[in-house]
């Protein structure tokens, strides 16, 4: 029999989402995917050139446990380039992609009972992964009409004897917002080990980019090489954590992960130092997008008050659209695949704060991305049309 736990772990909505849309792609369907948060780009050629080279080369056996100590050095530099804050190797886990990294954190971090902070909508799989190292998610609510960021207030009241770490994702998967300076402070500053998720750093379009180790050398940064680069089927990341946490981390990478793909890392190497230019073009044009589903769903009516401004994600407010259908957002976002051919992500996915939005991701072509948006509005002017008069929430 299973156990328990594997068959209490909920589905990931997102993919049920994709296997649909397949689905009907194999009917015949003409389906826009707006659902999946995977780069459309390619890998930058340089990086596969130097992975095929690497594996011709021999480049193909196990490595040092915590990553290749030039990837290691890599990253250090890439780090100082960024944000001018000094890292040492020794501070550094590689590992098979940033959802292992992250199970290597909280198994570090947690024992039993012991609790994370989380906000509420937040990306799918952190609770899952929380409770599977043996802890207990804390989902603290964010507000729309807040830019979706913790408060001081809010962190104090959920900190209990149990709390271990706070667990945030500036650019934010699914909202698209970035933390201000103020709230990164506060969770600086509060006294919990900060496990900060930066996989979509690299992908902000106004302001500066900032990272938790500006506020903090006592926090957990996790980043990795598939949004920036464009290198998801890559599967490699890395932590920078506080020295006490490394050898423990390094411990469990052994016994059950071994290392990450040796040829992966030489080509990572090349896309931390030689594909500047690539991600600056992919980052151009992932804005470009933006600002199309921006201006088109405030010309719908949304009202939009916290727009996003990093990764490639809309957090659409259809909580009058919910209500005025009858639907929740996840029958609302099959409905909408169904009857218009349009992949969309309903915010259950992620925490019971996502009910009443839907999901938008913009990382597919301006073509596609347009006819989706055309198809959108042709389902909410069908489905509620007196609503698409002015704004409606």
């Known amino acids: 029999m299973p156990s328990r736990k594997s068959i209490d772990v909920p589905p990931f909505i997102v993919m049920e989402v994709l296997e649909r849309a397949q689905e009907l792609e194999r009917q015949g369907r003409d389906i826009v995917h707006l659902e999946v948060g995977e780069p459309d780009f390619d890998t930058p050629e340089r ?32 780090h100082e380039r960024q944000y001018g804050r000094k890292v040492t190797p020794d501070r550094i886990i590689v590992s098979s992609g940033t959802s292992p990294i992250l199970l290597l954190i909280f198994m570090a971090l947690c024992d039993p009972g012991d609790e994370v ?125 506080p020295r006490e946490l ?64 990093g990764a490639f994600y809309v957090f659409l407010n259809v909580k009058d659209i919910c209500r005025r259908t009858g639907k929740n957002c996840y029958d609302l976002a099959f409905d909408i695949l169904e009857k218009q051919g349009v992949a969309v992500t309903p915010g259950i996915d992620f925490g019971p704060g996502g009910e009443g939005y839907i999901r938008l991701s913009y990382a597919t072509k301006y073509e596609c991305l347009e006819e989706g948006l055309d198809r959108l509005e042709r389902y909410f002017i069908k489905e509620c049309p007196d609503l698409m008069q002015g704004e409606r929430n």
């Not at 196990?62 to 990553?67: D, E, K, Q």
């Open 246 to 309: 490394a050898r423990p981390m390094q411990k469990m990478q052994q016994n059950f992960l071994i290392s990450a793909p040796a040829f992966a890392q030489s080509a990572a190497i090349i896309a931390l130092n030689e594909c500047g230019s690539e991600t600056r073009a992919m980052r151009e044009e992932y804005d470009r997008r933006r600002r199309l589903v921006i201006r088109r769903v405030r010309e719908m009516g949304f009202a939009l008050p916290a727009p996003p401004t």
């Open 117 to 241: 902070i989380i906000s509420d909508p937040h990306y799918a799989c952190y609770p899952n992964i929380i409770s599977f190292a043996g802890g207990v998610p804390v989902r603290v609510a964010v507000r729309e009409e807040e830019g979706y960021a913790f408060t001081p207030d809010a962190i104090d009241r959920a900190i209990t004897p149990r709390t271990k770490a706070i667990l945030i994702n500036s650019p934010s998967n699914p909202t698209g917002t970035v933390m201000p300076d103020e709230s990164l402070r506060a969770v600086a500053q509060c006294g919990l080990t900060a496990v900060s998720d930066e996989i979509y750093h690299g992908l902000i379009y106004e302001g500066p980019m900032r990272s938790m180790l500006e506020f903090t050398d006592e926090c957990v940064v996790v980043n990795g090489f598939s949004k920036l680069f464009a290198m998801t089927g890559w599967r490699l990341g890395y932590a920078i954590v």
């Open 47 to 78: 990086v596969c050139e130097k992975a095929c080279a690497a594996m011709r080369g021999g480049d193909t056996h196990y490595t040092h446990s915590m990553g290749k100590i030039e990837l290691r050095e890599a990253i250090c530099a890439w």
